[in-house]
């Protein structure tokens, strides 16, 4: 079933009852209104109803039970662990694996697959139609729309995000903000300044392939830092890299972290800030799944604690218009080589996306989005968890993301998930390897999937026969 | 007046009379066709050509003799000579100088300014609204829009740019194409590929000043090649630099060159591409300006004469958009370190601008646009040189581009352009002082102009201003 501009009565349904779930009124296993209620509600038949209902129950919301009514699915979920700690050497590492990655992005061309590699919000997800008229009004009323920008960006869009910004209790100067190609550019740019080839970086480990990609371009040594699938960094162990080692950065995903989805708790969040500063090494902090808490409690940033020393970037690729390559990099401190350096590399970012964005935001659309997308993670997350657990080997652990659309699969030792991944990559399954989250030879066992993918048997068939793989391999050794 | 979707009679007028030149029919200084020859060729009556043709020589393009009628404006352009062939030391020189060019990115911002220091053509030449409405049509048709593109480039895109350069005999692989955020990203990518801080490139001398801005970013330094303004590099100094020095590439604008506007002879190609193939250093060929000439007739490329040494670099922005950001890179040899590096830094170029340009190049209309602008170029470019041999001090010379939009004008020695660079701004009139096109002390008697503004009383107006400032510089010494 193709999503168009209206909504299907079964997508509002499920709003309906996410929102009954976001309030606490309805819990997982529980039964669900009655379809006479909802026909009520909705001011349609019971039939109507009745067939959404069904297909809800197609598509793995819902669960019917004889004689008792629609119930919301929730299954074994609960009893799946979270993985352990990760136990990297902290220490500085060269980067390699550079042509898996590359192999990874060459993979990403078909359209036509399974894609649960790139972390990607899909299409139907989010309202793309709607940002296309926008776009439309936004290039109509701006006869200049093909011009340069300059400046360092749109200067509605710089003022529409700080007072986004605002909501998470993170002030900042529009003036002092740079736009950028997507949140990629932005790190690239601050890692440019603060380090050389041969200086050390502190990341957390597993973390964003990407971050290790640009690393390696640039000739620099990432330090792993043991990690909590709960909690992120460990402290400790922070705290003596910064004491032994010369390290240029550290770069955190605070919010709702890829790959293991975890919110750094408040009270790490000041110590991490406490002993950055102390030991003089500024804090890189990207919060591109910030904007997306399941349960609607937008978490703060680092930056909202010491505007003097971190750094912040963020984009709108993971929230709403990945193609759109519209990020922003936020720094008072370094404002003017960040500017330097991006007059020196691509100039200038694209004009229409940002009329494009600042008016979506202006308009209150993207709060709006926000809210609904919010759900959509929350329950795709849900709904693949329980997938897994029914469908993947004995002994497989996950991660519980309380935000984003990330999940960060732990098989049991031994299981080579770049075998699944070739593998699966035949029947057009794909998924990101978990040894290309780490600069050591780690993660063989784990692999990421992007959750943001329309929820549908096609989806459920490729998580079971990613479970069959899994089973296989341990079968083959 | 303002240019909205109609053309104006005085438009099509100029076009026909430059339609007359092109095909070497009318010569400036000559008559023009009769207003009776006109109406009827128009169908409309006489008075009304005849305010058209009263526009036009306020304009400055025709000019009326008591009794003879209607000429071709030609005026004293003729008797400004050519500046010499520059003279730099042709040694490895460190770039400094960014805080110039950073205040000169920083002086961009405001639109209500007569803008002549930026390269860019102004929106009311280019067909934006049409544009917009390519823009429109294509996100429509185009569900995912707003996703990833991947794959270095919209496909459709890559293929109609590799059948665009067939028309100037330059044959390429869609798939060795990488888009990039406008030709800035290109070289940027490329150079990072071809050296490493510390080693040397060399450049035609001036040069643009994005590349030493970037060559310092990279801390690349510049070999600076004696150029000459009709027909590019010295070759002997080329071939004592590449003899003498170890260089990591050789960047040049083969085509309508931007500052010095040559356009390089066929047989100094053949020897470059030689010289340097021989010495085993690339070239990087960037060709933005070569779909502009005044004649109607595209040069080729160094490209296609060694597909194996030669990167080749271009963009849109010259020609139709420059707020796009969508530039391309080419090379057969480096393909693969292009894409690694391109996922390493801004991953991926935003899509909704590049389905624009595709569209707009597959319906034909960017060839018809190309026809349109060369003859506004071909025309500005005239009009601005009559006006500095009018307003400018004596002793004031000026290149004589065969093709774009730029023009490189050096006023007597001991001038410094600085000085009128920084009391026009105050003016809001903004030039390119001529001491940013190297990075040694040279060309500060220089500056750079941008024709590609709508020619009016305003333009002219500031010209007239420039001219004073000069000499009111020559007064005061």
Chains 1, 2 share one sequence.
């Not at 790139?118 to 299409?123: G, I, L």
Request: charged letters at 25%; proline letters at 6%; hydrophobic letters at 35%.
């Amino acid at each position: 079933m193709d999503r168009k501009e209206g909504k299907y009565l079964y997508e509002e349904i499920q709003d309906i009852i996410l929102e009954l779930v976001k309030k606490g009124e309805l819990k997982a296993g529980e039964k669900v209104p009655s379809l006479r209620s909802m026909s009520k509600k909705l001011n349609t038949s019971v039939t109507t109803v009745m067939k959404a209902y069904m297909e809800l129950e197609r598509k793995g919301f819902l669960e019917s039970r004889p004689k008792s009514g629609y119930f919301l699915k929730d299954a074994e979920v609960k009893t799946l662990p979270l993985p352990d700690a990760t136990t990297p050497i902290p220490e500085p590492n060269p980067v390699s694996k550079f042509d898996l990655v590359l192999q990874l992005y060459y993979s990403m061309g078909s359209r036509d697959s399974v894609c649960l590699n790139v972390a990607e919000p899909h299409f139907e997800l989010v309202p793309s139609d709607e940002l296309a008229r926008i776009m439309k009004k936004a290039i109509s009323s701006t006869p200049n729309h093909n011009a340069y920008e300059f400046m360092g960006g749109q200067p509605e869009l710089k003022r529409q995000i700080a007072y986004h910004m605002l909501s998470y209790n993170t002030r900042v100067q529009p003036d002092r903000m740079m736009i950028t190609n997507g949140s990629s550019e932005a790190l690239f740019i601050a890692l440019t300044i603060l380090a050389r080839p041969g200086d050390s970086v502190i990341v957390e480990s597993p973390c964003f392939f990407g971050y290790l990609n640009t690393l390696h371009a640039l000739g620099i040594y990432a330090l792993e830092i043991p990690t909590h699938p709960d909690k992120g960094m460990d402290l400790d162990a922070l705290e003596q890299s910064l004491n032994r080692y010369d390290v240029k950065a550290c770069i955190t995903q605070t919010n709702f972290n890829n790959p293991l989805g975890y919110s750094i708790p408040p009270e790490n969040r000041d110590r991490i800030v406490e002993m950055c500063s102390k030991s003089g090494v500024p804090i890189i902090e990207e919060d591109i799944y910030g904007d997306l808490p399941h349960d609607g409690k937008r978490p703060d940033t680092l930056l909202s604690r010491d505007y003097d020393n971190v750094i912040y970037i963020s984009s709108f690729s993971k929230t709403l218009a990945p193609g759109y390559r519209v990020g922003w990099l936020y720094s008072e401190r370094y404002y003017t080589p960040i500017f330097r350096y991006k007059t020196s590399t691509t100039v200038d970012t694209v004009r229409p996306t940002q009329l494009a964005i600042a008016e979506f935001m202006a308009s209150g659309k993207y709060a709006r989005h926000l809210e609904k997308f919010r759900n959509v993670c929350a329950s795709n997350v849900s709904l693949f968890s329980m997938a897994i657990s029914k469908y993947f080997p004995e002994g497989t652990r996950i991660t519980r993301p309380k935000g984003g659309f990330i999940l960060w699969v732990e098989l049991p030792k031994g299981v080579d998930t770049l075998n699944i991944y070739r593998r699966a990559a035949h029947e057009r399954i794909h998924i990101a390897p978990g040894t290309i989250f780490s600069s050591q030879d780690r993660y063989s066992n784990c692999m990421r999937l992007n959750c943001a993918v329309p929820w549908n048997e096609r989806t459920e068939s490729a998580l079971k026969r990613l479970g069959e793989l899994g089973k296989a391999e341990i079968a083959g050794k």
